[in-house]
């Protein structure tokens, strides 16, 4: 594949750059993209993150450094409209949505990729830890090597047209050696912090931000305890996520976690710790790398991206799927995306519709 033209999405951190370089010195050729959400100065974050003004011009510093073309892409409207929306939607509704999936699916390997269409490149490289396996006339997603940083979770909607333009160079890496390449190559960007926020949250702080948008439809409502009576009240169901223990404003004696969200009746239940878990639900919006589950199987299943991935029995059910862990997990939140994985491989996933027991 050296020679060929590859767009690298690039938004001024060490593992894009380190992408980047590890590219050029493949023989590829190499250009910079990074997508510009808006011009946020740097003063209204906690730390600096994608899309500021600093990070867009670490990332053209890299691409000085590496003597590749860099392209700043104006995508603000894209973002609005294919991620931000859902996002309110979501959390209007009592789920807690995943918008890194959704900005891969749709912008990155969506909207980004057709950017690169356009300036010839063959493949869009990001600085993702997973890796690409073909076989048999087919393009799989892999767990990264280093199982500590795998993104594998984040990529689960990619098709195989969207896989087999895709390149992971920090695939086989852990982020130890990749902070250590960025050093070898000399990149002005070895020492900087990593940044772990949702890159339209400029204070990092969803509920200021879905307050600043949708405060006026936002409204208060009861906290319920498992029996069904009133012990207090909350803010708006918006603002909440199953498991949750801060900010409940309740005093039962014992710590209280959130177990459920009703949108129909603008209530949160609470109960123990225990009550928290659960071991069957169902699973919407369903997508596959190759062909769709047709019969029960024992998969592992991952139910957000901090979680110890699970022994679960997967039933279809028309153009859902029914899911039972072994064990019984914490917090299982619609919304939220739940992976199918066959070991290593990523099978397909789907939005977590609802808890069933």
């Not at 190499?30 to 899309?51: H, N, Q, W, Y």
């Not at 992971?168 to 130890?176: N, W």
Request: hydrophobic share 40%.
């Amino acid at each position: 594949m050296g020679g060929a033209r590859v767009a690298v999405a690039m938004s001024g951190g060490v593992d894009s750059s380190v992408a980047a370089a590890l590219l050029k010195n493949k023989g590829y050729e190499v250009i910079g993209v990074t997508m510009c959400f808006s011009l946020k100065a740097d003063t209204e974050r906690k730390k600096p993150g994608c899309c500021s003004i600093s990070s867009i011009d670490d990332a053209q510093r890299v691409a000085q450094k590496l003597g590749i073309k860099h392209y700043v892409l104006n995508m603000r409207k894209a973002l609005e409209e294919l991620v931000v929306s859902d996002f309110c939607a979501q959390y209007l509704s009592g789920r807690t949505p995943n918008p890194c999936v959704i900005c891969n699916q749709r912008l990155k390997f969506g909207e980004l990729l057709k950017k690169a269409d356009a300036l010839g490149a063959q493949f869009l490289a990001t600085g993702h830890y997973a890796r690409i396996v073909k076989s048999k006339g087919l393009v799989w997603l892999y767990k990264a090597r280093d199982l500590k940083k795998d993104q594998s979770y984040f990529l689960y909607r990619l098709s195989q047209k969207e896989l087999s333009r895709a390149i992971f160079p920090l695939c086989r890496y852990s982020k130890e050696e990749v902070r250590k390449l960025a050093g070898d190559f000399s990149l002005p960007v070895a020492e900087k912090a990593a940044s772990q926020e949702i890159c339209f949250l400029p204070q990092d702080n969803y509920r200021e931000f879905l307050r600043n948008r949708l405060g006026e439809i936002i409204t208060p409502g009861d906290i319920l305890d498992q029996s069904g009576k009133s012990v207090g009240r909350h803010k708006g169901i918006a603002y909440y996520t199953i498991g949750q223990r801060e900010g409940l404003g309740v005093a039962m004696g014992y710590p209280v976690y959130i177990t459920r969200i009703d949108p129909a009746k603008n209530t949160i239940t609470i109960g123990s710790r225990k009550e928290a878990f659960s071991s069957k639900f169902t699973v919407k919006d369903l997508h596959f790398a190759n062909a769709p589950i047709k019969n029960k199987v024992v998969l592992g299943v991952k139910i957000r991206y901090n979680h110890h991935e699970a022994q679960a029995e997967l039933t279809p059910a028309g153009s859902k799927i029914r899911i039972e862990f072994s064990k019984p997990q914490f917090a299982v939140t619609p919304g939220q995306a739940a992976v199918f994985y066959d070991k290593a491989r990523v099978l397909g996933g789907g939005a977590i519709e609802k808890v069933l027991g």
